[in-house]
């Protein structure tokens, strides 16, 4: 699970930069930003480098949850006939990919279809 935090944008921050500069790809801010919430799911560990946060899994409901933490991420296709997928890789949770769902929403992406596989 790689973020470049450059390109962690929303929907309007997204089609600012693309009117202006065109150097940026759909694809590639969508799938930063399913990562990055991934990624939130980790705390810093000064012996583990990065350990999973049980209280922000608990927080959003996915203890207990077919997660796979170690191999997870996310990965982004365009569909037609302009759609957007993330695939979310190493689970087959229904309750992360409502929650990866909501927060792409809360950043304007909402017409983005979300799917799990194992």
Not at 73 to 79: H, L
Not at 95 to 103: M, S
């Amino acid at each position: 699970m790689r973020v470049n935090f450059n390109l962690l944008l929303t929907r309007e921050q997204f089609e600012r930069r693309s009117k202006l500069l065109g150097d940026v790809d759909e694809v590639a801010v969508v799938e930063n930003l399913a990562n990055w919430v991934l990624l939130n799911f980790f705390k810093l560990d000064p012996e583990e480098v990065e350990r999973l946060d049980g209280e922000r899994v608990s927080a959003a409901g996915l203890l207990n949850e077919p997660i796979n933490w170690a191999a997870l991420s996310a990965i982004v296709e365009r569909t037609e006939p302009r759609g957007l997928k993330v695939t979310l890789e190493e689970t087959s949770s229904w309750k992360l990919c409502r929650y990866v769902q909501e927060w792409l929403t809360r950043w304007g992406w909402e017409d983005v279809e979300i799917e799990a596989c194992w």
